[in-house]
Each structure stands twice: as C-alpha cells, then as structure tokens.
C-alpha cells in the first residue's frame, strides 16, 4: 500500500550499485566480503574501494557511513578459483532519514548497528555534501576531500577552537602556509576575533596584511612590572640556586610597589617613612613600580648590613639590574622613561580590544635576547588565560604557539616552567573561560604529551619519523586508525584532519594560498639561485649592517619607544601626564612665586610616576636619534638625561652638567642656549658709544633668586667630589 503512494524517487534516491555485503561486525568495526568481479571490466574495476573511501550502509532509519581502513585477500587464488577479498571497514556516523526517506543530518558514532548480509555501496556525492559540509553558518571551508574533489571540506569554528588543536608535520611539509590557512578563513567569517600568534621566525606578517597588528621589538613595550616573580627571577636572577638574590627580591620587590603607590597617591607621610608596608602587595601583583626605587631599596639595605662578606648578592642583584637596564635588547623591558600603570592599554594591544579592523596580533619573536623569549611567551599565556577568566569570558581568545616545542619540551630539565604551566593551563581549564591553543610544532614527539592531549582536532602532515606517528595514531579514535598509514605519503598540502573540528576523520587537500597571502617560509630555491654569481661589497656591506642591526634592534630612545606605543595603541596622553609634562616646562618660571617649596614635595624632581633612568654609555647614547620634536602632535615627553649612581634631580639642571662643578647662576627654563663666554670686559666698546666710557658690566648674577637651586648644589656636591 505504501508503494501505491511513494512518490516519484528524488535524485538522491539514485543509489551506485552495492559492492558487497557485511560478514562480521564488532563494535566500532566491520568486515566487508567483497563481490567477486571480472578483472577486465573496465566498470567493475571503477567499483573497486580505495584506503580511506566513505561507503554506505542502508539500514531502516539511517544510513549507517563506514571508512576503508584495510584491504586484504586471505587466501589467494590459484588457476581458476574465486578469491575472497575483505575490507576492515570502520563506523564513524549515521545520517537520520526523514519520512520520506531523505537523509536529513549526519551525526557521529553509531546507534543502529548493520546486521549480517546488508549490502554496502559507495556513499553519493550528495551524502558526502551532507556529511563533510554539513551546517555552513558555524563552518569555514579549508581545501576539499580526497574522494572526491567537488566535495569542500569543512572544519567546524566552534569545536575546533573550543577544545584546542593541533597543526603537526616534518619541516618542509606546509605547516606555516596551512596555518595561515586556517587562520585566514576562521577571519574571513569573524572579523572581531581575537587571536594572538606567537611568531619565532617572523613569517606571518604578510600572511594577513592590513588585518593583522605587527608587534616586534622595537614596538614591544612589556615592563618589568607586569611579570609575575617567577618570571622577574628568570630575568634578574636567572640561577634558581642562587636562593639569597632570590630572597631579596621576594622581600624588596613589595616594597618597591608600595612606594611607587604612596607617589602615586601623594602620600608624602608615607615617603618621608623609612619603612613601608609592602603587605598590601604581594610579588605576583601585576602593580607598577620603578627599577630605582628596587636599587635604592638595595642600597638602603647595604647601607645597613654590618658583615661585609653579606654585600656581594646585593651588589650582583645591583649589577644585573643595571647591566638590563643598559642594554639595548631590553629596551622593552627595562627602557622605560616614566612608569605608568598601562596594563589596559597592553591589554588593548594585544588582545585587540577594541578589534579596529585588526583582528589577529602577530608577535615577532627574532630579534629578542634568547635568555627572556621563554620569559616573553609565558607572560602574553598567563595574561591571555587571566585575561579570559577576569573577563568572564565575554572575549574569547586564541593563542596560537608556532614551534611549540621549544616552549613546552618533554625533557623536565629544558625550558622554562611557569611557560609550561602556562600553556599547560590554557590547554586544561582554558575552554571554560573562552581561551583556546593552537599548537604547531614538527615534532610531536618532543612536546609534552599533556599539552598535546588535550587537543581534540589535529592536523596532521607528512611524517616520516616512528615516534612522531606513534604521538598522531595514539590521538586518533579506532575509526581512524586507518588514515594514519598514510602520513608517509602525504602529497604536498595534503593532511589527515580527525577530532572534533571536523564531521569524520578525513584526507583533505588544502586550499592554494594567493601569492600575496603566503608566510615568509618558502624553501630556498637552490639549483636556481645557484646559476649565476650574485653579491658584491655592497651586498656584504648590507648583509652586515642588518646583521649587527640585528643585535641592537631594541636600542631606541626611551621617549621615541613610548611615541612608538602610544601611536600602535591610538591613546592620546592622558590629562594627568599632560598636566605633569607641562608643569616640567612651567615649574622654573614659575619658583619666585612659591620659594618655600617643602623638601619632600616630588624629591625626584621629576613628577610621581617618574622613573629615573640608569646611566647610557657613550657608544648607545651616540646611536639615538635625534630627540627633536614634531612640529605638530601631542607633546614629546620631556628628556632627562640618566645617572648611573643615585637619582637626582633633573628639572631645569641643563645636560652634561653633572660631573662638573656646581654653577651658581640663574639657567634658562628647559632648553638653555648657549652660555655666553665671561669675557664681556675684555670687547670692544659698543658703536656709537663716547669714548673712554668703559662698556656696561654683564648682568650680575644672583644666587640667591632661587632657593632651590642651592638644595640642588648640595645633592650634587657629593657625587661632584
């Protein structure tokens, strides 16, 4: 009766024929016996399954999808005998049948199970269509199937960076451009994502152009501050086992954040304290404080010590730290003119808040001191996770760590562990608070088995190495064991994609990047390059100048690397450091009218948040450029010139001064011009003027206009002796 009123067979309905039928079914597997075919028909041979090929078996409800994971002939056929051919077949889904029997959605794992003697066939295109595409709005296209190349093959946004994933391959195999890939098409449907991508070989800049916020080091700006103690020991210390510096900074470091604090708040009863409370603060508190403040608190406690076998960890400590803050490399950590408290607008950099049309940060990693890199990384993973807890997940963001295994090695004794905490703490608890991982690496057999664990999708490219498959086939479920067979004989952009990201394990063959689009990681072309002789004194000159560049990249005036980082986060100077720069220009014309000005009252001369920076040597003091302003723009910060032993005050003293003798005359505002030679008697008398009338005396100066000035001779006369 149901025959007499089926309609008319749609074209989904047009089944290929079967090609045999189950023998054995357990679990999650399936013995297929293969008809028997004539080997010279040409129609016959195209029925013939392939390793990795979908096929279907049709039962009431569903249509059970089953994977080619292994071919055989158990017994071999001799003159004219029948062979038997078998496929191990692996149940990955089922696609539900509405009423009239259409397949509807697909769905993974298997609730109604084939029974013995049900045919098999090739799954059709549009079941394919159904099964690898599936629901385009939350999906993003990455290449095509192997089966079949009409077919897209489509990676599902939500599960794919929810539950992490991992890109694997041997050098040489297309890691970066797949990267790049991905990542393009995840931006192509989110133009407000938010992505942080961890560059060592800086490759992923012209990747992704105008979309993309390029931080390198000379526009990195991560204060010393905002590490945690861990990490400020790596950087300061270095040595684990030296436990005495450690002890010190542990006890000096909180104080240092409590007197950057009472300046702050101008809490001058607080400054004038010889002990603060740093109990209020702990070495962890991402809170500002000054390196000055941290050497003077050093010196305080030298100053008390009466053993002085007991001076030299202080004195190293000391040393370290004035050593950073003179080395040019670490500009970015310890260069600094004035401390604020800008960890919103590091925030705002990095993690693209507000996105303004650039929604992937790319940070440059080549060019920074090997011995903070692992320092680097693990502070931007701990602020990416705390970042998404304290922001209760309302901004998701991504972390992509491009050689990963530098930062998270198997071996416990390489690398550094507060970063392998912080990887291994986005990989465990990101996906509650909207902080996922993307792990890259070529091998995975030298990465922690933690991290790589709990990434649910992974890519995986041509492997040639044992162990590196023994990583991939442990991550892969049973019903994909088989595509693993294939990793030694991945063609180029070709990659084996299970997990969670995607509808069923599957081989896929990417996309083409354009050429605009692809990362800086081609392989050298060496029988071309080689045909002809190229490079001269010029060339080696060039090669030269960049390389020694190279070691001096984050060399920049301290002043220029603010402008620097003021211009990348689009933030005008806040009302307060207006109002303070202009009160530095402002303050020495206007001291007649406040000459008692308290003692206490900004000691440094330079302003509450202030830093008074170490002294430059003479070799990078000659490499900065020039300080001069714009003529246009918000006001440069004022330039002071560093003291290497003691800060002092700066104000209106004009540069180069120190180190002579104390002057006792009246100086100009900011600028000085130049000091006119004390020779005036010894001119001619002026034109016009009666004769053996001698020329009026210069000016006579007066020490005593300015009280100020003569607390600044007496801070200056012990350093002038």
């Not at 942080?196 to 010393?224: C, M």
């Not at 101008?266 to 409370?277: A, E, H, I, S």
């Not at 492997?463 to 063609?491: C, H, K, W, Y």
Request: neutral net charge; aromatic residues 6%.
């Amino acid at each position: 009766m149901q025959s007499a009123v089926a309609p008319k067979e749609p074209q989904y309905h047009v089944l290929p024929r079967s090609i045999g039928r189950i023998a054995s079914v357990t679990g999650s597997k399936a013995i297929l016996l293969l008809d028997v075919s004539h080997e010279n028909d040409p129609k016959n041979q195209a029925d013939r399954p392939e390793m990795g090929t979908l096929l279907a078996i049709d039962t009431g409800r569903t249509t059970v999808l089953a994977t080619v994971s292994a071919l055989s002939v158990p017994v071999p056929a001799h003159g004219t005998e029948q062979e038997i051919r078998i496929a191990e077949l692996g149940l990955v889904g089922e696609l539900t049948k509405g009423p009239d029997g259409r397949p509807m959605t697909f769905h993974r794992g298997t609730t109604t199970y084939p029974t013995l003697g049900d045919r098999v066939r090739f799954a059709t295109q549009f079941e394919l269509k159904l099964t690898y595409a599936g629901n385009s709005q939350d999906c993003v296209r990455v290449g095509t199937i192997r089966q079949d190349s009409s077919i897209p093959a489509m990676i599902r946004v939500d599960e794919l960076l929810g539950k992490h994933f991992a890109i694997l391959g041997t050098t040489g195999t297309g890691k970066s451009c797949s990267t790049a890939l991905i990542l393009r098409a995840i931006l192509e449907n989110n133009p407000n994502a938010h992505i942080v991508l961890l560059d060592p070989h800086n490759e992923y800049a012209t990747a992704f152009g105008d979309r993309a916020e390029v931080i390198s080091p000379r526009t990195l700006q991560l204060p010393l501050w905002l590490l945690n103690f861990e990490e400020a020991v790596e950087v300061l210390v270095g040595d684990s086992d030296r436990k005495v510096e450690i002890e010190i900074l542990q006890d000096l470091i909180p104080l240092a954040k409590a007197r950057y604090n009472a300046g702050r708040n101008n809490d001058q009863q607080k400054l004038r304290k010889t002990g603060l409370d740093g109990s209020k603060f702990t070495v962890d508190t991402p809170v500002p404080y000054r390196i000055s403040d941290l050497t003077n608190l050093i010196d305080e406690r030298m100053g008390k010590l009466e053993n002085r076998r007991d001076l030299a960890p202080y004195r190293q400590l000391k040393t370290r730290i004035e050593t950073f803050s003179q080395d040019g490399r670490y500009a970015f950590m310890f260069g600094s003119v004035t401390v604020y408290d800008g960890m919103a607008q590091i925030l705002s950099r990095v993690f693209r808040v507000p996105v303004n049309g650039k929604p992937i940060t790319i940070l440059e990693l080549t060019g920074l001191p090997p011995e903070v890199v692992n320092v680097v990384v693990s502070v931007l993973c701990r602020m990416a996770f705390d970042f998404a807890l304290w922001g209760e997940g309302k901004i998701p963001v991504t972390v992509v760590c491009e050689e990963a295994h530098r930062y998270v090695p198997l071996n416990p004794d390489m690398g550094f562990e507060p970063c392998k905490r912080a990887l291994a703490k986005i990989a465990k608890e990101g996906r509650k608070y909207g902080c996922s991982l993307c792990i890259v690496t070529q091998r995975p057999a030298e990465i922690d088995p933690t991290i790589l664990s709990q990434c649910n999708t992974v890519f995986a490219l041509r492997m040639s190495n044992d162990r590196d498959q023994e990583i991939v086939t442990s991550a892969v479920s049973d019903t994909g064991t088989g595509l693993i067979e294939f990793l030694p004989a991945l063609g180029a952009r070709e990659a084996i994609a299970f997990g969670d990201g995607v509808p069923i394990p599957v081989r896929i063959r990417f996309d083409e990047l354009p050429p605009h689009a692809l990362p800086r990681s081609t392989t050298a072309r060496f029988s071309e390059k080689w045909q002809e002789s190229l490079g001269d004194e010029a060339f080696l000159d060039a090669v030269v100048e960049r390389w020694r560049a190279a070691g001096v990249c984050g060399q920049l005036d301290p002043a220029l690397q603010a402008q620097l980082f003021a211009e990348a986060v689009n933030l005008a100077p806040s009302p307060g450091l207006l109002r303070r720069q202009d009160a530095a220009f402002e303050r020495p014309a206007a001291e007649p009218a406040n000459p008692q000005r308290p003692l206490s009252d900004d000691p440094y001369g330079l302003g509450s948040d202030a830093e008074p920076p170490m002294a430059e040597p003479e070799l990078r003091r000659s490499l900065l450029p020039d300080r001069a302003a714009p003529a246009d723009g918000p006001p440069p910060i004022p330039q002071r010139e560093p003291l290497l032993r003691r800060p002092l005050p700066q104000g209106d003293i004009p540069r180069r001064s120190y180190g002579a003798q104390p002057q006792t005359s009246q100086h100009p505002p900011v600028q000085p011009p130049p000091l006119q030679p004390r020779r005036e008697p010894l001119l001619p008398p002026v034109s016009g003027a009666p004769a053996g009338v001698p020329p009026p005396p210069p000016a006579p100066e007066q020490p005593q206009a300015n009280p100020r000035h003569a607390l600044r001779e007496r801070l200056l006369r012990p350093l002038n002796r």
